[in-house]
């Protein structure tokens, strides 16, 4: 139908996500990227063909690309988009360049994207924690140790340059890279479990954590941390 409406305006049409990795449950969405020539866009939807939910993920051409380079705190999520598609209209092997693309980031990319991503959401979210314990407003904790578990999912990912194969399976996975903080594995399987219950235990393995996460961030010579005072003029 796609291929009909836009004609020779389509550069290539694929399935991603659980279907193209073959890992897809009765209730799995159907995901298709739908990649324009440069110039023409196409709209995306997302939508219900019961009992399925299709989402259409459009993308000029070289936007599409710059998205298959890019590295945030998300990138081991996110890139398996990029490397497992299964072609249905592929005529200039686009999907194959953007797996190239998105497996040729560089180090300092990696590096960029977690200092970054430790001032933006890890150190606020310790902050928190500390903030919950100390004032006695344990309701939130567990929230909170879920927040900052996953945020460290994501930062191995990154460490370890590897990415997730779905993100149901990122905390199970995780705990399986060779390059993770010490106490990750403990908190983790809490989580997993939903072992949240003893709020003492909890903050005391947060506090672990994050002692064994800047220690590896020191061993990988990541500095998040700046003593220079930047003025703000709004």
């Not at 073959?22 to 799995?28: A, L, M």
């Not at 995306?44 to 299709?54: A, D, T, V």
């Amino acid at each position: 139908m796609l291929l009909n409406k836009y004609e020779e305006n389509i550069e290539a049409i694929g399935v991603y996500g659980s279907i193209a990795q073959e890992k897809d449950g009765p209730y799995s969405d159907i995901e298709l990227h739908v990649i324009s020539r440069d110039g023409l866009d196409i709209p995306g939807y997302e939508l219900i063909h019961h009992p399925f939910k299709i989402e259409i993920s459009a993308m000029q051409k070289s936007d599409w690309l710059e998205k298959a380079s890019r590295v945030d705190d998300s990138w081991a999520i996110k890139v398996g988009s990029f490397l497992h598609i299964t072609s249905l209209f592929d005529p200039n092997h686009l999907f194959e360049k953007a797996k190239s693309t998105a497996l040729s980031v560089s180090d300092e990319a990696i590096q960029n994207a977690i200092r970054e991503f430790m001032i933006w959401e890890p150190y606020e979210t310790m902050g928190k924690i500390r903030n919950s314990y100390r004032t006695n407003n344990l309701s939130y904790l567990p929230r909170a140790v879920f927040d900052f578990t996953w945020q460290v999912a994501k930062l191995i990912g990154l460490f370890n340059k590897q990415y997730y194969s779905t993100r149901a399976l990122t905390l199970e996975e995780s705990i399986a890279k060779s390059i993770k903080p010490e106490g990750y594995s403990e908190l983790a399987e809490k989580v997993i479990c939903g072992e949240l219950s003893d709020k003492e235990e909890l903050y005391r393995l947060c506090e672990n954590l994050w002692t064994g996460l800047n220690e590896l961030l020191e061993e990988l010579g990541i500095d998040y941390r700046s003593n220079n005072v930047f003025k703000c003029y709004c």
